[in-house]
């Protein structure tokens, strides 16, 4: 065994206890302060209704279909095209990986799944990579056009950085880059802007239908503070890879973004909500996908 073998391993043992410890921090921080309010939390879920959760869990569904379109609009640019129904199979189905702790196994799911279907491994790697830019810029868009620029103008200084990783040029040769290293076949077909464009315009829709998800669970924040409320909550906490899905850092952002227009309690009610709704939503369509996709077969 060469030597380089050991410390690799332990610095895999480091990682996953790193990833552990942080979720295990987030979630007891988010159990005291779900605790320390307790009575203002069961407030502010006494104010839901079902029918306003059954709308934000549709609103919800809207969302990750966007999602879904953002991605598979990806993929048809950079050489394959997918029809729906089996793109949806592998986002969707793909995506329960988020709820893992680590970053990977999303992309490993869509890989594998899409290799069945005759798309390369580095074709599904680089759309699903392709996401998070893409997610982030229109997330930061929506942010300072929601919230204001005067409050939120310093996400400014973020987007020079995201706008040119936007850039096909730019994207292409990152991937072209990534590719000679990992000593892989370079993609056939390299991304377009007519391709970025209409990638964004779905991540856009979808950042429209999550605010409306929470909108519905908090009629009294309106509607364009909602949109903004989230986008910036969840910009904040797909940032971090550490935990799965960003447990807890999401809610925490939520939590201290709807804290000017609600009390705390109600904040963290909305906020839990969100994240039930959310999971939920990932089941329903992975599920249905995975249903539709398996009798298409028979």
Not at 31 to 42: C, I, L, P
Not at 125 to 132: H, R, S
Not at 133 to 142: E, F, H
Not at 244 to 256: F, T
Request: aromatic share 10%; glycine share 10%.
């Amino acid at each position: 065994m060469s030597t380089a073998e050991p410390r690799t391993a332990r610095r895999s043992v480091v990682k996953k206890v790193v990833r552990f410890g942080f979720l295990a921090i987030a979630l007891g921080f988010g159990t005291w302060a779900v605790a320390s309010q307790w009575d203002a939390v069961a407030a502010g879920f006494a104010k839901l209704s079902w029918p306003m959760v059954a709308a934000s869990l549709v609103a919800v569904v809207a969302a990750l279909l966007g999602a879904m379109l953002t991605w598979r609009t990806l993929l048809a640019d950079l050489g394959s095209p997918l029809p729906f129904r089996p793109a949806a199979k592998v986002f969707f189905v793909g995506q329960l990986g988020k709820y893992i702790p680590g970053a990977v196994w999303p992309v490993i799911a869509q890989m594998e799944m899409g290799r069945d279907l005759g798309v390369p491994r580095s074709r599904s790697a680089a759309a699903f990579f392709l996401m998070m830019p893409i997610q982030l810029a229109t997330g930061l868009l929506v942010t300072l056009g929601t919230l204001g620029w005067d409050r939120y103008g310093w996400l400014l200084l973020a987007l020079p950085v995201i706008l040119v990783l936007l850039e096909p040029k730019v994207v292409n040769a990152v991937i072209g880059f990534g590719l000679r290293k990992l000593k892989r076949e370079p993609l056939e077909r390299p991304l377009t802007r007519r391709g970025m464009l209409t990638a964004l315009g779905w991540a856009l829709a979808g950042w429209t239908a999550y605010g409306v998800h929470l909108y519905f669970v908090a009629p009294q924040t309106g509607l364009l503070f909602a949109i903004g409320a989230f986008a910036l909550s969840w910009c904040l906490g797909i940032l971090t890879f550490v935990v799965p899905a960003g447990a807890g850092v999401r809610e925490v952002a939520m939590v201290a973004v709807l804290s000017p227009v609600m009390d705390r309690g109600s904040a963290i009610a909305v906020a839990l909500v969100s994240r039930i709704v959310i999971i939920v939503g990932d089941l329903i369509c992975a599920g249905i996908a995975g249903f539709v996709a398996r009798r298409d077969r028979v």
